[in-house]
Nanobody, 122 residues
Framework: QVQLVESGGGLVQAGASLRLSCAAS????????MGWFRQAPGKEREFVAA????????YYTDSVKGRFTISRDNAKNTVYLQMNSLKPEDTAVYYC???????????????WGQGTQVTVSS
């Protein structure tokens, strides 16, 4: 059984930084891709960032480019999302997910974590 556990969320002021972590356990795909998504109240879940198994391919949604960085440590089965210059519009529950392909659509990811809340005050 695959488990993804996110951590690192919290309440911060605009301009601050947070680093989210997602630890994976259990048997997933042979070379799993990882992604981060977020869902704000009253909105649909949206793609944030994704990274391939080797880290050579990364994708970001336009609104976070230059501010967020996705990375991974395969030895620790952990993916990170470094979030800098946070804005109130970044407020959401952040989910990590794993799938066979590095993709920007939620449907490509098979396993999901429970989410961690990020709140950015103005």
């Amino acid at each position: 059984q695959v488990q993804l556990v996110e951590s690192g969320g919290g309440l911060v002021q605009a301009g601050a930084s947070l680093r989210l972590s997602c630890a994976a356990s259990g048997r997933t795909f042979s070379r799993p891709a990882m992604g981060w998504f977020r869902q704000a109240p009253g909105k649909e879940r949206e793609f944030v960032a994704a990274i391939s198994w080797g880290g050579g391919t990364t994708y970001y949604t336009d609104s976070v480019k230059g501010r967020f960085t996705i990375s991974r440590d395969n030895a620790k089965n952990t993916v990170y999302l470094q979030m800098n210059s946070l804005k109130p519009e970044d407020t959401a529950v952040y989910y990590c997910a794993t799938g066979q392909y590095t993709a920007v659509v939620a449907g490509a990811y098979r396993y999901w974590g429970q989410g961690t809340q990020v709140t950015v005050s103005s």
